[in-house]
């Protein structure tokens, strides 16, 4: 049986508001077509979606598992009529692309002008890898810029796609005046002694890389600070409050404040992907993959 997308709001509305009766006024309906969408949606589902009390209409089980989808399919139709609006009025098709925050800067220039060039009118947002993924999944993004995170594996829906685009390399910053600035194949054993300046969380994959490297070198890195930005954290290693390892996306433009330390006995490294949607046709794709493996800047 076919899905009515009145039966959808109608679902969302009711989770919404907490009773038909209010489902129907904000939706501007009367309570039996309420009803009558919500037993539709039953009829489909072959079960239950709703149950009443004298606290109001709740979701059962089902409609909860249901709601998530309802969403996103709701969310699609809304930005499906808005984007076709937008290309007969004005001959360019909307992608919503998201990137996670040490990225933008270096890389959304050339995918914005890529996107531009191909006839496509970019919506950028910018998160954390997990609201990212689930954007994409939940078809609010038509793609994102994410990386990889170690012992995480993504797993996606049918339809979407996961292309590796580039290498990042991830440096290890100190203040100028640290007796190891500028210096090549420095065993990581010799900022044992150093405070670290870390993510926001201990989950953080740069701070995981981080500590599976210490940890074969001998030691366990020292928490000095803690930022979610790595702006700030540059500025914390300026002071010498610290050292840090940071994303090569995320290294201050120009490396006066901090300088760099290169680790002979690892290797800091993490793979960035691009990840669509099944909507997304094979131009856009080409042209984000051909922004994505063009070095930052050029």
Do not use: C, K, N
Request: cysteine-free; hydrophobic content about 50%; glycine content about 8%.
């Amino acid at each position: 049986m076919m899905l009515d997308l009145r039966q959808l709001r109608a679902l969302r509305t009711v989770a919404d508001e907490g009773s038909v009766l209010r489902a129907a006024t904000a939706l501007q309906w009367s309570q039996p077509t309420v009803t009558h969408h919500l037993r539709g949606l039953e009829r489909a589902l072959g079960a239950a979606v709703v149950t009443s009390g004298s606290g109001g209409t709740r979701l059962t089980a089902v409609g909860e598992a249901m709601l998530p989808h309802a969403v996103a399919i709701l969310d699609r139709s809304e930005r499906a009529v808005e984007e076709v609006r937008e290309l007969v009025d004005s001959g360019r098709r909307r992608i919503a692309i998201g990137v996670f925050p040490s990225a933008g800067a270096r890389l959304l220039p050339q995918v914005v002008r890529a996107l531009q060039g191909a006839g496509f009118e970019p919506l950028v947002s910018e998160a954390e890898l997990d609201p990212l993924m689930a954007a994409v999944v939940g078809l609010r993004l038509d793609a994102a810029i994410v990386y990889d995170a170690p012992g995480r594996p993504t797993i996606l829906p049918p339809g979407f796609r996961m292309i590796p685009v580039r290498q990042e390399h991830l440096a290890v910053i100190v203040p100028p005046a640290h007796p190891l600035a500028g210096r090549t194949g420095v065993p990581l054993a010799d900022l044992r002694d150093e405070g670290w300046i870390a993510g926001a969380t201990e989950a953080d994959p740069v701070d995981a890389a981080l500590a599976r490297a210490a940890e074969q070198a001998g030691f366990t890195p020292r928490i000095a600070m803690r930022s979610d930005d790595y702006a700030v954290v540059a500025a914390y290693v300026a002071a010498e409050f610290g050292v840090a390892l940071v994303p090569e996306l995320a290294l201050p433009a120009h490396l006066d404040a901090v300088a760099t330390v290169e680790i002979a006995d690892a290797v800091f490294e993490r793979r960035i992907f691009l990840v669509t949607a099944p909507a997304v046709g094979e131009a856009a794709r080409r042209a984000l993959e051909g922004a994505l493996r063009t070095p930052a800047g050029e």
